[in-house]
């Protein structure tokens, strides 16, 4: 294809020009200081500042608010008698708020009461509360939902190991019904 002189010097000079700006750009690119690990401690500290807000609004909720236990009447020597099925002490239900790969709350793990993690399947799962009953477990978890831990689920665990979440309710269910009869 035939181009004028003219048009090729414009277009040396642009490619020139463009030559230039890269290197430019470059050189801004390198100059630049590296933020990565800035962003992190952000996300770790929205993290940490998300969890604070949800356990304090978790702790004024529950202080005006009553959650009944199931109730039962037995039959006693006086009459009838309300009965509230003990609690085994071996299971807990916990809210798992979050599963991080490159995150640990171990530096601060002596300060944090009622948050729990651990690392499992090179995941630190992060979870709040030590429930007795599933129902305390599932109204804490709706208020995490309110909050925006829209992925946030129960776990149980029985003497600190976790548990199936159905074993563990059924466990509770036939202890208490072993403790009606």
Same mark, same amino acid.
């Given at each position: ?12 000079? &642009? ?12 050189? $801004? ?18 993290? &940490?500042?998300?969890?604070?807000? $949800? ?7 529950? @202080?005006? *608010?009553? *959650? ?5 009447? *037995? ?34 793990? $002596?300060? &944090?009461?009622? *948050?729990? @993690? ?9 979870? &709040? ?44 269910? @036939? ?7």
């Amino acid at each position: 294809m035939f181009v004028s002189r003219e048009t090729q010097e414009r277009i040396d000079k &642009l490619e020139a020009d463009n030559k230039a700006l890269k290197k430019e750009l470059g050189e $801004a690119e390198s100059n630049r200081p590296n933020t990565s690990g800035l962003k992190a401690a952000m996300v770790i500290g929205w993290v &940490l500042f998300l969890l604070a807000a $949800a356990a304090t609004y978790y702790f004024y909720q529950q @202080s005006q *608010i009553v *959650i009944e236990e199931p109730k039962d009447q *037995i039959l006693t020597k006086d009459g009838p008698t309300d009965w509230v099925p003990p609690v085994d002490s071996g299971i807990v239900f916990r809210v798992q708020v979050g599963a991080f790969e490159e995150f640990s709350l171990e530096p601060f793990r $002596a300060e &944090l009461d009622g *948050i729990y @993690s651990f690392r499992n399947d090179n995941l630190e799962k992060i979870s &709040l509360g030590n429930f007795s009953s599933f129902r305390k477990a599932q109204s804490f978890l709706d208020y995490m939902f309110e909050l925006g831990f829209e992925d946030a689920y129960i776990t149980a665990y029985q003497d600190g190991k976790p548990l199936g979440l159905m074993m563990a309710v059924k466990m509770q269910a @036939s202890s208490s019904e072993g403790l009606q009869e």
